[in-house]
Every structure is written in structure tokens, then in C-alpha cells.
């Protein structure tokens, strides 16, 4: 990747994460018109940081990180985004499903349901979701979100349980 | 297994189509330059006419508390822009997303809010108030001799505004302590995660 210009590198980059980046941005905001000025806002981002590109980590690593980080930043600058209102694995855990007891209604109700989930969490913990839904090992989630592999693998164990006791029945009758 | 059906579902969603051509990028990354270079511009222009606005008062009015009030105003204006132009050159490089973790990312961003929220006395308000201060006392002088009650009135052109700023300091500390607090969250859980890795 050293050495390709700019322009090269973003559109590897952009077919490559594209739709990721197109998933992220809707965990990170819930207005559709919103969602779309921050995924070109991410994808600004990324164009120009990999002016910068330098190696020092993959071009995998470097997309999720722009995408997180810019996302992380518009949201804490949205004054309507109050930080109070986040919460943690363990609390969301520990609420009970608002869509318990309802049938469960296909899968877009799923993700739409797994979406109002993930953009209740805190920045971290929204970031090692995301990593998780996309894929992505441990060590590779430490490397974008700083936190350790040790710490990962801990909250994955939680985001595990609670898809399970979320999710599991709702996936399965929509098939 | 569940999950993979769930990590099925969710990958399944998400358009792979960029949102922007590459001519749009372009054209959107000068216009975010020009609206930076035109927000510095606006700030240095305001300094550019208020400066020698008081600097020539400071040269030709009578009364000496009144030059010196004119010129601190001047010397401050001039800090204030100094420290402008150092925030400004201090800002984020285009790579910054990409060479810090989220988390130190998302804390330095908050420390970068928490000091401009704390700071904004020690550079941008605070010093125009020996200047105000100093002017205020030079109208007041003559007024006291005429009467008392038109040289006490004189001070209510500084003690409105001073309850203004105390407000604005009063805000400006809380929401510097809210952030704190999140700071110390993430350094929490910064910590944990070390903690984990060596268990």
C-alpha cells in the first residue's frame, strides 16, 4: 500500500469497508438524513488521512480507525448527544427488552432492533460491538480501539450472551 | 449458531456504494479548508481594527488611567490572537483519526473540550478585564468628584457584565466537570484493560 497515491488507496479502501463504513455510520446515528452527512463525513475523513498513509498499521486497522474516531467526534459534538445517556454492556444487559413478549417480526426488525441497541452504547463499547458484528478477531478490535485483547475477549463474552438472549429467537423464526 | 446468524444479518445490510465521487471529496476537503482559513480570518480581522482602535486611545486620551486602560485592552487583543494562532497550528493532522486508538483518541478529544471550556478565561476573557476594569475606574474618577451616586452608577457598567462572566464561568466549570468525569471513565477503563492483559 506504501508509495500508492491518494485517490488509489481510498478507492481500495472505499470497495474494500464501504458498506462496514455504511453499517457504522447507521450505529453511530439514527437519522437517515444525519446518517448520510456523517457517512460522507467518514468517508472525508477517511480520503484524507490516507494522504498520511504510512504503513505503520494495516489499511483494515486505518479505515476502522478513521471511521470510529470521526463517528466518536461527531457525536460528542452533537449537543443533543448527551453522554449521560449512554450506557454500558453490563446495563443494557440488565434492561429488559422492548421487544420482549412481541412476535418477532423478520429480520429487518431484527437489525433494526439490534441497531436501537448499539446506539444506546457507550463509544467503547458501541466500537467492540461493531468490531464483533463485523468479523473481526480480538486482536485486530484491540489494535482499533486501544483496550486490551484480555479486556476484548471479556466484553465479547457479554456481547455473546446478550445477542443470545436477545436475538436468538428473532433470527431464528425469520428464517 | 446464533450469533454467526446475527453477524450474518447485520453484514448483510450496509450499500458498498460510495457516497461521494472523488471529484466531491476533493471539492468537499478545499471547501473544509476555506471555512477554517475564513473562520481564522474573521478572528484575525477583528483584532486587526480593534488593536490599533485602542492603541491610538492609548496614545491620545487625557486621562492617564484611561491610556492605560486603552493599552492593556490592546496588549490583550494582541494575547488573545497570539493564542489563537497557536490553537489554530495546534489543530489535528489529517492522519490523527487513523495513528491513535479510539480510546486515546476519544479522550484526547474530550481534554481538547475541557480545556477550551477551562481556558477560556486564562486567554480569551480574562485578559480584556484589567483593561475594562482599569477604564471603568478612569470614568468613574471625574463622576465621584461631581457626586457619589453618579460615580457608583459609573460601576454598574462593570458589575452587570461581571455577573454575565461569573454565570458563563459557573456553566463553563460544570460542563468542564461533566467531561472530567468522562475522562476518568475511560482512564478507568483504560486501566482495567491493562489490569486484564497481565491476568
Known amino acids: 500500500m506504501e508509495g500508492k497515491p491518494q485517490d488509489e488507496r481510498y478507492l481500495e479502501a472505499a470497495a474494500a469497508y464501504g458498506a462496514a463504513l455504511h453499517r457504522l455510520a447507521g450505529a453511530y446515528e439514527a437519522d437517515p438524513d444525519r446518517r448520510r452527512d456523517l457517512l460522507q463525513d467518514v468517508h472525508l475523513a477517511l480520503w484524507r488521512s490516507l494522504a498520511s498513509f504510512d504503513g505503520r498499521c494495516s489499511l483494515r486497522t486505518w479505515v476502522y480507525r478513521v471511521a470510529h474516531n470521526a463517528a466518536t467526534s461527531y457525536v460528542i459534538s452533537q449537543r443533543r448527544s448527551r453522554a449521560s445517556a449512554w450506557i454500558g454492556l453490563e446495563e443494557v444487559a440488565a434492561l429488559a427488552d422492548p421487544a420482549e413478549g412481541e412476535q418477532a417480526a423478520g429480520r429487518r426488525h431484527s437489525v433494526d432492533r439490534l441497531l436501537k441497541l448499539i446506539q444506546q452504547l457507550k463509544p467503547l463499547d458501541r466500537q467492540v460491538i461493531l468490531s464483533y458484528l463485523e468479523g473481526l478477531d480480538a486482536a485486530a ?5 486501544g483496550i486490551s485483547p484480555g479486556n476484548v475477549a471479556t466484553k465479547i463474552h457479554r456481547i455473546k450472551n446478550l445477542l443470545t ?5 428473532g433470527v431464528r423464526d425469520a428464517e | 449458531m446464533p450469533n454467526d446468524d446475527i453477524r450474518n444479518l447485520w453484514q448483510a445490510q ?10 466531491e471529496l476533493r471539492k468537499k476537503g478545499a471547501k473544509f479548508r476555506t471555512t477554517i482559513a475564513r473562520r481564522n480570518l474573521r478572528e484575525y480581522a477583528a483584532v486587526a481594527l480593534m488593536v490599533p482602535y485602542f492603541s491610538y486611545f492609548a496614545w491620545t486620551a487625557r486621562l492617564p488611567l484611561m491610556r492605560v486602560g486603552n493599552g492593556l485592552l490592546a496588549a490583550a487583543l494582541l494575547y488573545m490572537a497570539y493564542q489563537l494562532h497557536r490553537r489554530a497550528s495546534a489543530s ?3 492522519g490523527e483519526l487513523a495513528w491513535q486508538s479510539c480510546l486515546a483518541f476519544h479522550r484526547a478529544q474530550l481534554e481538547r473540550q475541557r480545556d477550551a471550556l477551562s481556558g477560556i478565561w486564562s486567554w480569551y476573557l480574562g485578559p480584556l478585564i484589567p483593561g475594562f476594569a482599569t477604564i471603568t475606574i478612569a470614568i468613574a474618577i471625574p463622576l465621584f468628584h461631581r457626586s457619589i451616586a453618579a460615580g457608583l452608577s459609573s460601576f454598574l457598567w462593570i458589575v452587570l457584565p461581571a455577573i454575565v462572566l461569573w454565570q458563563v464561568a459557573r456553566i463553563n466549570k460544570g460542563a468542564a466537570a461533566k467531561i472530567q468525569r468522562q475522562i476518568d471513565e475511560l ?5 482495567n484493560a491493562n489490569s486484564g492483559a497481565r491476568e
Request: a negative charge; proline letters at 7%; charged letters at 25%.
Open chain 1, 141 to 145: 478490535t484491540a489494535e482499533i480501539t
Open chain 1, 165 to 169: 438472549q436477545r436475538f436468538h429467537e
Open chain 2, 14 to 23: 450496509g450499500s458498498a456504494d460510495a457516497p461521494l465521487t472523488l471529484e
Open chain 2, 92 to 94: 489535528p493532522a489529517h
Open chain 2, 187 to 191: 482512564e478507568a477503563a483504560e486501566s
